[in-house]
Each structure stands twice: as C-alpha cells, then as structure tokens.
C-alpha cells in the first residue's frame, strides 16, 4: 500500500488550496485515510479522516468551517480542500491510512494509522 501527497504551495492568507492523497494498492475491506499536519518542534495535529465503512468525516475545532474532506473512489483519491487559510496553518500535511481497524476513523490519534504518505509543504504567507 502506498500513498502520495500533492498539492502543497506557497500561498497568501485567504486563498485556498485542495490537498490531494492518491492510494494505491488496498485490497482491504476496510480502509481509512487521515489528514494530519506537522511544524517543526510540534506533535503531528489531526486534520480530517474518512473510511469506508461509514463515510464518516471529522473535522477538528481549529479548522472546522474552512477544511473538508472528500474522495474520489474512481481515483482512488482522498482531498483536503482548504480554504481562507491563515499563516498559522503552514506545515507538512501528510496523509495517513489504516486496513486493519474497523467502524468510525480517528482523526487525531496519528498512531491510529500505520501508513504515511511522504508530505507536502504548505506555505502561507501573511
């Protein structure tokens, strides 16, 4: 199984960007991806998760409102579209997925997931 993240730029406080995280080979029943972010000297934050079972999105307080979470299952694809971003959201967003759980994802618990994609830098300036 693997996962690649994309989309990440340099951008200004108030614009949008769409994260994408395209996953390739799950033959699972059950799948789940996770967004998270990392800034140097920080723990890993939870973003957004989605699974299969339920569809269930999570969205946590400090970005309820301007992130959201999607997939694409022809695409095998899961985004993070992100919009109004603010200088405080600039990190490596990474997407994380998980086979062998079950029912509703977790969305800040990074060590729910065992499989990470390698990041993608998002910059907003101010």
């Known amino acids: 199984v693997q996962l690649v993240e994309s989309g990440g730029a340099v951008v200004q406080s108030g614009d949008s960007l769409r994260l994408s995280c395209v996953a390739s080979?799950?033959?699972?029943?059950?799948?789940?991806i996770g967004w998270f972010r990392q800034v140097p000297g920080k723990e890993r934050e939870g973003m957004s998760c989605?699974?299969?079972?339920?569809?269930?999105?999570i969205i946590p307080d400090s970005v309820k409102g301007r992130f959201t979470i999607s997939r694409d299952s022809v695409k095998n694809t899961v985004y993070l579209q992100m919009n109004n971003l603010k200088p405080e959201d600039t990190a490596v967003y990474y997407c994380?997925?998980?086979?062998?759980?079950?029912?509703?994802?977790?969305?800040?618990?990074?060590?729910?997931?065992?499989?990470w994609g390698q990041g993608t830098q998002v910059t907003v300036s101010s």
């Open positions: 989605i699974s299969n079972s339920d569809g269930n999105v």
């Open positions: 994380a997925a998980v086979t062998a759980m079950s029912g509703t994802c977790m969305a800040s618990n990074p060590s729910w997931y065992d499989i």
């Open positions: 080979g799950f033959t699972h029943d059950y799948w789940a």
